[in-house]
Every structure is written in structure tokens, then in C-alpha cells.
């Protein structure tokens, strides 16, 4: 076994590593390609980052392009996000021609490749006009939708279906965001991969150093909320908890840490509106970290007591299944994927409004058991359903299921697979 197969299998058990090998077996060979907006921030390249050698480990050939597009493309598909997830929008014209434009422009470089490919995975809808300009394409090809999509707005998904419904498959991240279409659609939460930079262990000291790098007092609780700053996150839901907290535990300390990601043009004016509302308030920490920053949120979630991540609509939230990993009680707003991770007064609290979450916050610092308790839980929740190991087989499976069509047996066997695949 490879040496980073077999680092997983520490982390998840060695059956799960057979079981991935078996699955993969016959797909050996296969080109796959995935294809996002951007290689840094958010949790789409975060997953990437590993899906892709992972496969390419288990004899897939995995390869990760990234479109690139202008600012009014990233406002146009900002709008798009936004959209899915409810906001009444209307996007001007000048925008969706400059997504189609771009789509196209990008379909000049990746074509050959795309084309080519035996599977071709499209995350968001940044890059989904790609397959229509694709039009010598041989492989199959799935919309992967990381995106709340429970309650889109109608006329951004009119606008965008119409690039979706020529997709062989799509894959939503909850039941509850499926839609009308006439492809399959696939259920496949997302996942961490424990072994990276934002998730391994850290020395002591390392988990240290931020309260002396961001002035944080160590003998104080410190609450964290790790996340872009985007309104969806709702971080000035947490400000307004975390003022409601200080009136109660006056020794309180919150951390808001985010950066940019690439693709997402209104951070700047959330950030401001963040910063305006955390003036006075020395025991508010805005932290603008760089996408690199790996280690230090991973610090960060190790160094708090509690995590919160009070969004108000959520395709899945990594952060949340990061902390919980690390053993922190999370708290999180009652939405989208959240709910699959928090359960209620087991894995965590899940809120709906500033006060509570204030209120859990305030129970969750009474209750230093409760916490440890909650933790414990939580982390076990991760290893068993929101490992990366998990989300590959779970993508392996997708791919047998569409490659062999409708055949009666799909042997997995080791022994007895030829790495053709047998069927
Ligand atoms: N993240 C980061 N730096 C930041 C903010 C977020 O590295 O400043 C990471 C975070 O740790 C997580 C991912 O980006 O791994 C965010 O994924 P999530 O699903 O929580 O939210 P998204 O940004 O995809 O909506």
C-alpha cells in the first residue's frame, strides 16, 4: 500500500482503505477531471486539495483545472451563489453574457482535456456553460452543486438550469436541495481530510503561539468563528451573541477569522462592516488571515472552547466538521448542511437567532463537562460519516454506477478484477 493510503488507513481503518482499493480497481485508468474557480479559499479547493491525489493514488488519472474569469464574471456568479440560496436577484445582462463569455474563453484552454476525459466533475455553477462549448466530449459529466440550493430563487435557477439538465448526473450535498431534473441526482455530504494542514495534530506550543501572536488571553474563554465574510455566515450575528454573552461572562473573548476567497468580490465591504461593528470592543479579534493559513486556523479551532458558525445558509460548512474534529462543541445556525452535523444537545447547538446562541454559549461555558462531552461526540460523528475516505468512496461509487450503466454485477473483488474492469 502507498504510504499515503496508508496514512489514511490510521485515520480511518484500514477496511475502509481495502474497501476504496476494491472500488477503484475497476475504474483504473480512467481519466477523471475536476473543474472549480479557484485553487485557494473555500471549502471547494479545500476538498480538491486531496480528492484529487487521492484518486490519482487509487489509479485514477485525476487531474483539477481552474477557469479563470474578470470581476464581472465573479460578481455575475457572487450573484448566482447568492441566488441559489434565496436572494431575490436580477442580474444584469452584462454580466450573464460576460459568464457565457468567459465560459467559452476557458473552454479554449481546458477543451482537449475536457473532451477527453472519462469523467468530467463541474464544482458550482462558476464553470457550468463549459459543456455546452464541449461539444466533441466522450465522458460523462456531473454538476457538482456545493451550494444551498433548499429554496433557490426562480429565475436564477431558470437562467442556470439550462446549463444543468445537459449534465449526465448532478450531485447535491443534502436531499433537501435536489431539484427538477431529468438526470440522476446524487447525495454526497463533503468531508475533511484529516490529515492536513488544517486538520492534524499540533504540537502544544504551536496551539499556544496564537494567544501570543494575536493577543489573546490564554486563561480567558475564547470563542472562534472561522469563515469568509460573507453575509450568508452571518458574522455580525455572532458580534451581536457575542455582546449579549459579555454582559453575563464579562471575561469572554471572540475570534473572527477570514480571508477572500478568489471568487467572492463583496468580502471587502463585509469585512468593513464587521470592523465597524467591533470597535470599542477590544475582546473582538478580526483576524484577516491569508488562504495559506492552514495551521493557524487549525490552532485557532484547537485554542477555543467553543466554535460557532451561526450561518444563516449553508451548502455544508467545513468549518464546522474542522471543529468538530478537534473535539469543540460547535454551534451553529439551524440550516443546510449544519443539520446534518450538529444534532441538537448531542453533537452540538444548533440556533436560529443572536440570542440563541448567546444563550447556548453561555450554557456550553457553565458546563465545562457538557463540552468535553459534546466534543468527544462530535469528533467520533466525523470519523464515522465526514472523513474524506468517506466522500471518495462515495465519488467511486457514482462513477461505477455510471460507467457500468444498468450491468447486473459489477465485481469489485481484488483478486479476481482484471484492471479493465470486469463486469
Ligand atoms: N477557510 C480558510 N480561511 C479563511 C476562511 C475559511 O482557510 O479565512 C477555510 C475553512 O477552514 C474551510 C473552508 O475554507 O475549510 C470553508 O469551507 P466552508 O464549507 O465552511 O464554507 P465556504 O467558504 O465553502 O462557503
Redesign the pocket.
Known amino acids: 500500500m502507498s504510504n499515503l493510503l496508508e496514512a489514511y488507513a490510521q485515520v480511518a481503518g484500514l477496511d475502509v482503505i481495502t474497501h476504496l482499493r476494491q472500488l477503484a480497481k475497476p475504474l483504473a485508468g480512467m481519466k477523471v477531471a475536476h473543474v472549480n474557480s479557484t485553487r485557494v479559499?473555500?471549502?471547494?479547493a479545500?476538498i480538491l486539495e486531496k480528492l484529487v491525489p487521492l484518486m490519482q493514488e487509487l489509479g485514477i488519472e485525476t487531474t483539477w483545472e481552474v477557469i479563470e474569469g474578470s470581476d464581472l464574471f465573479y460578481q455575475c456568479t457572487k450573484n448566482f451563489h447568492n441566488g441559489l440560496q434565496g436572494k431575490h436577484i436580477s442580474i444584469p445582462d452584462p454580466q450573464l453574457k460576460e459568464y457565457e463569455e468567459i465560459n467559452r474563453q476557458n473552454s479554449e484552454i481546458l477543451r482537449h482535456k475536457l473532451e477527453d476525459a472519462d469523467f468530467v466533475f463541474i464544482h458550482d455553477p462558476q464553470p457550468a456553460p463549459l459543456l455546452s462549448y464541449c461539444g466533441e466530449r466522450r465522458g460523462k459529466w456531473i454538476w457538482r452543486c456545493?451550494i444551498d440550493a433548499s429554496h433557490p430563487y426562480r429565475s436564477t435557477w431558470k437562467y442556470l438550469r439550462q446549463f444543468v439538465s445537459a449534465y449526465d448526473a448532478s450531485i447535491f450535498s443534502l436531499a433537501e436541495f435536489a431539484q427538477t431534473l431529468s438526470h440522476p441526482q446524487y447525495i454526497i455530504p463533503p468531508s475533511i481530510d484529516p490529515l492536513s494542514e488544517?486538520n492534524i495534530e499540533l504540537p502544544d506550543h504551536e496551539v499556544a503561539s496564537i494567544f501570543t501572536n494575536f493577543h489573546i488571553d490564554p486563561d480567558r474563554p475564547l470563542l472562534l468563528q472561522?469563515?469568509?465574510f460573507d453575509r450568508f455566515k452571518d458574522p455580525l450575528g455572532v458580534i451581536q451573541a457575542f455582546k449579549i454573552v459579555k454582559k453575563y461572562v464579562p471575561g469572554a473573548q471572540l475570534v473572527l477569522?477570514?480571508?477572500g476567497?478568489t471568487d467572492d468580490p463583496e468580502g471587502a465591504q463585509v469585512l468593513d462592516e464587521v470592523q465597524e461593528s467591533a470597535v470599542g470592543e477590544p475582546d473582538i479579534h478580526v483576524l484577516l488571515?491569508p488562504?495559506d493559513?492552514?495551521r493557524t486556523?487549525n490552532a485557532l479551532q484547537r485554542a477555543s472552547d467553543i466554535v460557532l458558525q451561526k450561518s444563516i445558509k449553508e451548502?455544508?460548512?467545513?468549518?464546522v466538521t474542522?471543529a468538530m474534529w478537534k473535539g469543540k462543541p460547535v454551534i451553529g445556525g439551524d440550516t443546510g448542511g449544519i443539520r446534518l452535523q450538529v444534532i441538537n444537545f448531542n453533537t452540538g447547538f444548533r440556533v436560529n437567532t443572536p440570542e440563541g446562541a448567546a444563550l447556548r454559549i453561555r450554557y456550553l461555558l457553565h458546563h465545562t463537562q457538557k463540552r468535553k462531552e459534546i466534543g468527544l461526540k462530535a469528533k467520533e460523528f466525523v470519523r464515522d460519516n465526514f472523513l474524506i475516505t468517506r466522500h471518495l468512496r462515495e465519488y467511486l461509487t457514482l462513477i461505477a454506477s455510471l460507467h457500468f450503466g444498468c450491468a447486473d454485477r459489477i465485481e469489485l473483488n481484488l483478486d479476481k478484477c482484471s484492471s479493465s474492469g470486469q463486469v
Open positions: 479559499g473555500g471549502g471547494v479545500e456545493h488544517k472561522v469563515s469568509r477569522a477570514g480571508g476567497a488571515l488562504p493559513a492552514h486556523i451548502g455544508f460548512g467545513l468549518t474542522e
